[in-house]
């Protein structure tokens, strides 16, 4: 089963430099125009006959996700899948807590039965996969990383991601990208590179917060689709005027077969001053949870050794 946002576009990275190319050509002629007024006359209409520049509108996405910088919250998560056995989809409640910051440090406790079984993390150069039961760790670096190699996790995402799927990760807007608006007029559509592809974000024009996620391959095939709803004021160290909202409830759909992961914030923070580094410190971790064997993602199946 195929889910794809009804008004997405797949992008293939050969196709994406016309697209830069028209975004460039037209953002001389979107300074000059004038923006019409709303019938109202209390805010201007958004001119949808020009698309805005990538780098301006990268710009104001990144002014959005940079109130998610450093993100703490309890989390509960629904999985569904297909059992191979009996070929029934099945279910799965679980809960947690998540932190992140961004761009690159993420660490979801999980737990089942108020016990935690199992630890989703990563640091800039390393991601890992700790079964707390078992006393394993399925541990990769991100370059490397294969929908074959995360198949092994209970909750396979690969964490870098995860938090671009939650719309906490901000774009570069000197880097590769391009601009478009959905069919109905409704969204803009910003696209850049991701960690093994592209990713298309599809924001709300008049705010700038993320509505629709997309993540492709190498050859442009969209992999995973994340639905942005239910957005909640979220408190940040340091602003205590701050009216900034976050999304709270995420539906990440995997497009190759039916699997999907239900990510519900609960009461989310942005802790600047206050996130704990030893979240992220893999050797710590690895001690914490008395991990006896290590299993080395990077390798081939039948060629795990341990570390």
């Known amino acids: 089963m195929t889910t794809r946002h009804p008004n997405a576009r797949r992008f293939a990275p050969a196709a994406l430099a016309p697209c830069v190319a028209l975004v460039l050509a037209l953002s ?20 949808r006959s020009v698309t805005p ?28 899948s297909r059992d191979p056995e009996s070929g029934k989809m099945v279910e799965e409640l679980l809960d947690g807590h998540l932190q992140s910051v961004a761009p690159d440090r993420v660490a979801l406790r999980i ?28 541990v990769g670096t991100h370059a490397l990383a294969t929908p074959e ?7 396979p995402v690969q964490p870098l991601d995860l938090i671009e799927l939650l719309g906490v990760v901000p774009l570069d807007p000197a880097g590769y990208g391009a601009t478009r608006w959905s069919k ?9 590179r991701s960690r093994s592809g592209n990713r298309l974000v599809w924001v709300d024009p008049a705010t700038f917060e993320p509505r629709e996620i997309e993540l492709t391959d190498g050859q442009g095939r969209v992999t995973i689709t994340s639905t942005l709803t239910r957005p909640e004021r979220i408190p940040i160290d340091g602003e205590p005027g701050s009216k900034a909202r976050i999304s709270t ?16 914030l609960l009461g989310p923070e942005n802790r600047r001053n206050r996130v704990r580094p030893q979240a992220f410190d893999y050797e710590r971790l ?7 064997e290590i299993i080395d993602a990077d390798r081939t199946p039948g060629g795990d050794e341990e570390r």
Request: charged letters at 25%; one cysteine or more; aromatic letters at 10%.
């Open 28 to 47: 001389p002629l979107a300074s000059c125009r004038s923006t019409p007024a709303a019938p109202d006359g209390n805010r201007p209409a958004l001119d």
């Open 53 to 80: 520049p990538f780098a301006e509108s990268a710009e104001r996405y990144n002014a959005v996700v940079r109130n998610y910088d450093h993100l703490w919250t309890g989390v509960a998560l629904r999985l569904k």
């Open 111 to 138: 737990d089942k039965l108020s016990e935690t079984y199992a630890y989703l993390g990563c640091d800039p150069d390393r991601y890992w996969w700790i079964d707390v039961k078992a006393g394993t760790a399925i």
């Open 149 to 155: 190699s995360l198949a092994r996790f209970d909750l």
């Open 184 to 192: 109905d007029g409704k969204r803009l559509g910003l696209l850049a």
């Open 249 to 264: 409830n995420h539906e990440i759909r995997f497009v190759e077969g039916e699997g999907s992961i239900t990510v519900r």
């Open 286 to 292: 690895m001690q914490t949870y008395r991990v006896q």
